[in-house]
């Protein structure tokens, strides 16, 4: 028997903890990354890129409406990605090296608490926006767009970079993922550290790599799981 099998107390084996695991990270990454690019196509066809202007998005109904359905799948867009995270982090297992694991751990949680202080100020702003029938006072709009926006697309893009490159060495040095996710990891980790945060769509960098990622995991742990007969 495989020393990760698992067995019950009637003798029965279980699938091996490194095939089942992988499943959970896919599923969780390809969630995460539906969610994230949903989440950055609303507040980027709803919301003006000048941070000066309120916009007249938020007079209209219809834009808060999808605003706060963006706000709404935060909280969820942060767990799928913190399942994500350990799973990954298990399936890499002892294996990983200290020094890239301790950044993929600490980045990736930063990455999840930046997104969710970024939600709930900006979910603040908007129930502001509410209150005044879409035209709040223009300093206190000015100043919260202003941090929730650098939180988010300046910090916890970069932190996402961040994430994206350890994660990537690791996969090449263990050789996790096909060659061309571990290019688009590496290239896209560079384009999101130093390119403008304010270039439209950037941020779909990251949910795209997270989705390659998991499909990569997905496709290797069912040919895992089903290998193909020797002739």
Same mark, same amino acid.
């Given at each position: 028997m495989h020393e990760t099998d698992t067995v019950d107390e009637?003798?029965?084996? %279980? *699938?091996?903890?490194?095939?089942?695991t992988p499943r959970a990270a896919?599923?969780?990454?390809?969630? #995460?990354?539906?969610? @994230? $690019?949903?989440?950055?196509?609303?507040?980027?066809?709803?919301?003006?890129?000048d941070p000066h202007s309120a916009g007249a998005s938020l007079t209209d109904a219809g834009h808060r409406r999808?605003?706060?359905?963006?706000?709404?799948?935060?909280?969820?867009?942060?767990?799928?990605?913190?399942?994500?995270?350990?799973?990954?982090?298990?399936?890499?297992?002892?294996?990983?090296?200290?020094? %890239? *694991?301790?950044?993929?751990l600490g980045s990736g949680l930063l990455f999840i608490a930046m997104l969710f202080? #970024?939600?709930?100020? @900006? $979910?603040?702003?908007?129930?502001?926006a509410g209150l005044y029938d879409g035209d709040p006072p223009l300093a206190i709009w000015r100043l919260g767009r202003e941090i929730s926006f650098n939180i988010a697309i300046v910090y916890a893009m970069r932190v996402g970079a961040?994430?994206?490159?350890?994660?990537?060495?690791?996969?090449?040095?263990?050789?996790?993922?096909?060659?061309?996710?571990?290019?688009?990891? %590496?290239?896209?980790?560079?384009?999101?550290?130093f390119a403008s945060p304010t270039t439209p769509w950037l941020?779909?960098?990251f949910p795209f790599w997270v989705l390659l990622v998991s499909i990569n995991i997905l496709v290797l742990a069912y040919r895992s799981r089903n290998p193909e007969p020797t002739p």
């Open positions: 009637s003798g029965l084996e %279980f *699938a091996p903890r490194f095939l089942q896919g599923v969780a990454g390809v969630l #995460f990354a539906l969610m @994230f $690019g949903a989440i950055v196509v609303l507040f980027r066809s709803v919301l003006p890129l999808d605003l706060n359905v963006a706000l709404g799948l935060i909280p969820f867009c942060g767990i799928f990605f913190l399942w994500f995270l350990g799973a990954v982090r298990s399936h890499i297992g002892e294996a990983e090296d200290k020094f %890239f *694991a301790t950044i993929v202080v #970024f939600g709930a100020l @900006f $979910g603040a702003l908007i129930n502001l961040v994430f994206m490159f350890s994660s990537s060495i690791i996969a090449f040095r263990l050789r996790i993922h096909v060659r061309p996710v571990t290019v688009v990891g %590496f290239v896209g980790a560079l384009i999101l550290l941020q779909l960098i």
